[in-house]
Structure formats: structure tokens, C-alpha cells
Nanobody
């Protein structure tokens, strides 16, 4: 059983910063990618930043230059440093990881429970 545990959300004023962390635990044979998605009220879930196994990072256009993703493969952990936060960044942020947990099957997507980020104006 694989679990993703997020931390670091909260309330911050516009222009402020937050750092999210996500640790994957359980039966993990390999991790292909780890990253972050978010979902604002009334909107679909969207990609924020994803880090592949070779270190390539893909960002949403709306966060480029403000958010920085990083990954510690030895700790099965992914981070999201969020600077210059805007009210429109308010959302529930979900950790995602594509993990292989069995020798007999391919990789599957796993999700954290979500951490709420609220940016006040």
C-alpha cells in the first residue's frame, strides 16, 4: 500500500510564500514522477508542477517564475516552494506520484489527501 502525506498549506497574504512537502511511503519499487496539482472551488484540477525521474520539471504557465519544484529521490519526497503568491493561487493542492509498487504490473497514479492554500488580498 502506497501513501502520500502532504504538509505545508495554510493562510498567507498576497506576496507571501509557502512551502509544500509530500512524502511517499509504503511498498515502492520505483517512482516515475512526483508533482503537484491544484483545484480551486468550482474549477477542474490542474497541473502545477511535475518532476520526472530524470529531473525534468514541467510548470503551469500561471506559476512559472514564482513556484519552484524540487525532489529528493532518496527520501521519496517532493517540494513546492511558492513565492509571490496571488489570491488566484488559492486552492487545495494535491501531491501526485506515479509509482510502481509491484513486479507484476506497471506504474499507477497515487494522490495525497490535499492541503489547502489560501492567499488573502
Amino acid at each position: 500500500q502506497v501513501q502520500l502525506a502532504e504538509s505545508g498549506g495554510g493562510l498567507v497574504q498576497a506576496g507571501g510564500s509557502l512551502r509544500l512537502s509530500c512524502v511517499a511511503s509504503g511498498r515502492i519499487l520505483s517512482i516515475n514522477s512526483m508533482g503537484w496539482y491544484r483545484q480551486a472551488p468550482g474549477k477542474p484540477r490542474e497541473l502545477v508542477a511535475v518532476i520526472t525521474s530524470d529531473g525534468t520539471i514541467n510548470y503551469a504557465d500561471s506559476v512559472k517564475g514564482r513556484f519552484t519544484g524540487s525532489r529528493d529521490s532518496a527520501k521519496n519526497t517532493v517540494y513546492l516552494q511558492m513565492n509571490s503568491l496571488k489570491p488566484e493561487d488559492t486552492a487545495v493542492y494535491y501531491c501526485n506520484a506515479r509509482i510502481r509498487d509491484s513486479w507484476y504490473s506497471g506504474s499507477a497514479d497515487y494522490w495525497g489527501q490535499g492541503t489547502k492554500v489560501t492567499v488573502s488580498s
